[in-house]
C-alpha cells in the first residue's frame, strides 16, 4: 500500500512537471529536447531561493499546485497540443521513457550504501525535509555548511510532494540526470535518423560503465555535474535557430550547476565557454547584427547569481565554518600552506603515478576514447575523405581534462586535510567527473560529424529517398541494430549491477544499523549523546562510517563509535553518554555487559542510566 501511495504521488509530481514543460513548450518556444532540463533546473533554483528566503514548504506546495492548475487549463483550453500531439511520439521518446521507467522502479526502494550519503548528501536532504529549512549555524548534525544546496533543493522538492525516503532521493535525482541526456540528444538534427540514436545512446550507456565509483544509487554528485554540463550543451545546440531561445532554455541550468557543489564552477564554465562559442557563431551568421555576444554575457552573469548569494549566504551564516572546497574569498591574502614541502613533494608523486595509471578507470577511459576518437578520425579522414571536427574537439577536451587534474591536484595541497591528501581521498570520483564529460562530448561531436556525412540531408519534409544506395541503408540498418545493442547490453549491466547492490544490502553497515536504530524522521537530536561498540572487522569505526551512518538513522548530532576497551576504563567513557548502542555481540562485551548490568550484551540500545548503574553520569 506504501508504495503504491509513493507511485501515485510521482505521478502527481510528473504531472505538475509536465503542466509546466507544455507552457515552455507552447509558449516560450522551448524545443521538447530542451523543455525537461529547462523546467526541473528552474523548480530546482526556485526551491533554492526559496530556502534563502525561509519559506521552503510554502514554496514547494505552491510550485507543484502551479503546475497542475497550469496542466489542466491548458488541457480545458484546448491548447496542451500545442506541447503534446501524436507527431511528437519518437522511438526515441518511447526509449527514454523506458529506460527511465525500469531505472526508476529499481531506484525506488534501494537504500544508501556509500560513506559519502551519510556524511553529508543524505543527511542534508534529510534536515530539510525534517525541518523545512535550510542548515544554519546552529545545525550540528551537518558537518560541511559551506556546501551549496543545488541539487538538495531539488531533492527537497521531490521529497515533500512525493514522501520521505531514500528512494524517493535516488529517483528525484533520476529525472535531473534523465533530463539531462534528453537534452544531450538535441545534438540530433534528424530526431528520424534511428542510427544517430543509437551511436550517442551507446556513447552515454559508455559512461555508465566509467562511472561504477560514482553509480546513480546513491547521491553522490560527481555524475551530475558532468551531465548537467553535457545538458548546456545540447540545449545550444537544438536551439538552433533562436539564440534568445537557447540563453533562456540554458539559463536555469547553469545556475544550478554552479550550485551543485563548489567544484561545479569548473563545469559551469565549459558551459560559458560554449555559450559564448555559439554566440560567436550565431554573429557571423546574421545580417542585422544582433548582439549575440552581449546577449550571452548577460546569461553568463545571471547564471552567476545563485553562486554570488550562497557566498554571501555562507559569509554571513558561517562566518567561521570552513569545509574542504569551501570558498573564502576573504582570507585568500593571507592564505597559508598547511604542509610541508616533503609532504607536497609526496603528494604530488602520488597524483602523477595514479594520474597514469591504467589501473585507474578515469585514465583508462581517458586512453580508450582518446584512441577510439583518433582511429575514427582518420579513417573518415583518409578512407571516406571526411573533414571531421571530432579531432579538434578531442585536443580542446583533451586541455580541459589537464587543467581539471591540475585544479584537483592543488585542492589536494591547498585545502584537503593531510591525513586525506596523502592518500589522494576522492581521486576517483574526481577525475570520474570529468572523463564522463569528456565521453560525452566525444559521442557527442562523433554523432553530429556522422549525421553531416549523410549522402542524403534530410530536413522537416522527408525526401523519398533517404539513401544513397541500397548497400547503404542495409548498412545503416546494421549498424543501428549494433549499436542498439551494445548500448542495451551496457544499461542492462548497469541495472543488474544496481540490483545486485540492493539485494546484498541487508549485509551492508547501514542496514546493520537501521535494524537496531530504525530510521527517524524526527527533529534533529543535539543532546543525546550515543556510543556505539564495534569490533571494526570491516572497518567501520576506524574509517569513522559508523558515527556518520549512526548519525543519519538516530538524526542526531553527537556519536561516536568505540573498537577497543578495557574493563577498567570504559566505564569512565561511557558515563559521559547517553545511550550505548551494541552493533556487533562480541565474546568481550557480552562478558563486560555481563559483568556490569548482568545482561547477555546483544546487539542493541542500552540506556546508559539504567543499564550501568555504578556509572555516575555527570549533569548536562
Given at each position: ?261 563548489n567544484t561545479g564552477i569548473f563545469f559551469a564554465l565549459l558551459g560559458y565557454v560554449f555559450l559564448l562559442y555559439r554566440s560567436v557563431q550565431f554573429q557571423r551568421a546574421d545580417l542585422k547584427l544582433r548582439p549575440f555576444f552581449w546577449g550571452a554575457l548577460g546569461t553568463i552573469v545571471l547564471s552567476l547569481l545563485p553562486l554570488i548569494l550562497w557566498n554571501v549566504h555562507t559569509s554571513l ?304
Open positions: 500500500m506504501t508504495m503504491l501511495l509513493t507511485i501515485l504521488r510521482l505521478t502527481a509530481f510528473l504531472l505538475s512537471a509536465t503542466g509546466y514543460v507544455a507552457v515552455a513548450r507552447a509558449y516560450w518556444r522551448i524545443t521538447p529536447r530542451a523543455s525537461y532540463i529547462f523546467v526541473f533546473s528552474a523548480q530546482a533554483l526556485v526551491m533554492y531561493f526559496a530556502g534563502l528566503a525561509g519559506v521552503l514548504v510554502y514554496a514547494a506546495y505552491a510550485l507543484f499546485g502551479g503546475g497542475i492548475v497550469l496542466l489542466v487549463a491548458l488541457i480545458l483550453n484546448k491548447k496542451i497540443k500545442l506541447a503534446y500531439n501524436i507527431s511528437s511520439l519518437s522511438a526515441i521518446g518511447l526509449a527514454f521513457v523506458a529506460v527511465f521507467g525500469a531505472i526508476t522502479a529499481s531506484l525506488i526502494d534501494t537504500f544508501f550504501v556509500h560513506y559519502d550519503n551519510f556524511s553529508h548528501w543524505a543527511v542534508v536532504v534529510k534536515y530539510m525535509l525534517v525541518t523545512d529549512r535550510i542548515p544554519d549555524a546552529a545545525s550540528a548534525i551537518i558537518d560541511f555548511k559551506s556546501y551549496p544546496l543545488g541539487s538538495s533543493s531539488f531533492l527537497y522538492y521531490v521529497g515533500r510532494i512525493v514522501g520521505n525516503g531514500e528512494g524517493i532521493m535516488l529517483a528525484g535525482q533520476a529525472i535531473l540526470l534523465f533530463a539531462s541526456f534528453y537534452a544531450v540528444f538535441g545534438a540530433i538534427r534528424d530526431q528520424k535518423r534511428f542510427l544517430l540514436a543509437a551511436l550517442l545512446g551507446l556513447g552515454c550507456s559508455a559512461m555508465a560503465y566509467f562511472n561504477i565509483s560514482i553509480r546513480i544509487n546513491n547521491l553522490l554528485v560527481d555524475f551530475l555535474l558532468p551531465v548537467l554540463a553535457l545538458a548546456v550543451i545540447g540545449v545550444l545546440l537544438v536551439e538552433r535557430k533562436r539564440f534568445s531561445t537557447a540563453c533562456l532554455a540554458c539559463l536555469p541550468v547553469l545556475g544550478l550547476l554552479a550550485i551543485v557543489k551564516a558561517f562566518p567561521v565554518d570552513a569545509g574542504k572546497f569551501s570558498y573564502d574569498f576573504q582570507t585568500l591574502s593571507s592564505f597559508s600552506i598547511d604542509k610541508t614541502p616533503e609532504q607536497i613533494r609526496y603528494i604530488v608523486q602520488l597524483f602523477l603515478y595514479t594520474a597514469t595509471s591504467l589501473s585507474q578507470l578515469p585514465t583508462l577511459g581517458f586512453v580508450l576514447f582518446n584512441a577510439i576518437a583518433v582511429v575514427v578520425y582518420l579513417v573518415a579522414r583518409f578512407v571516406f575523405h571526411k573533414r571531421w571536427k571530432l579531432l579538434v574537439t578531442l585536443l580542446i577536451m583533451d586541455a580541459a581534462v589537464v587543467l581539471y587534474y591540475g585544479g584537483i591536484l592543488a585542492m589536494y595541497i591547498l585545502s584537503m586535510p593531510l591525513d586525506e591528501a596523502m592518500r589522494l581521498a576522492g581521486f576517483d570520483r574526481y577525475a570520474s567527473s570529468m572523463i564522463l564529460f569528456l565521453i560525452g562530448v566525444v559521442s557527442m561531436r562523433l554523432t553530429m560529424d556522422v549525421e553531416n556525412s549523410f549522402y542524403q540531408q534530410q530536413g522537416e519534409r522527408r525526401d523519398y529517398r533517404a539513401f544513397k544506395s541500397l548497400a547503404a541503408k542495409n548498412t545503416y540498418q546494421a549498424a543501428t541494430v549494433v549499436f542498439s545493442i551494445a548500448a542495451g547490453l551496457m544499461l542492462l549491466s548497469e541495472l543488474n549491477g544496481m540490483n545486485s547492490s540492493k539485494a546484498a544490502y541487508p549485509e551492508t553497515l547501514p542496514a546493520r544499523v537501521a535494524a537496531i536504530t530504525g530510521d527517524n524522521w524526527h527533529a534533529p537530536d543535539n543532546d543525546t549523546r550515543y556510543l556505539f561498540y564495534s569490533s571494526d572487522k570491516d572497518n567501520e569505526v576506524s574509517s569513522y562510517e559508523l558515527p556518520y551512518v549512526g548519525r543519519y538513522f538516530l538524526f542526531v548530532s553527537q556519536v561516536d563509535a568505540v573498537r577497543d576497551f578495557s574493563d577498567e576504563t570504559f566505564m569512565g567513557q561511557i558515563q559521559t553518554y547517553d545511550k550505548f548502542v551494541i552493533l556487533e555481540s562480541t565474546p568481550a562485551i557480552q562478558a563486560y555487559m555481563k559483568k556490569h548490568a548482568n545482561l547477555p550484551g546483544e546487539a542493541g540500545i542500552y540506556d546508559v542510566r539504567e543499564t550501568f548503574p555504578e556509572a555516575v553520569i555527570p549533569e548536562k
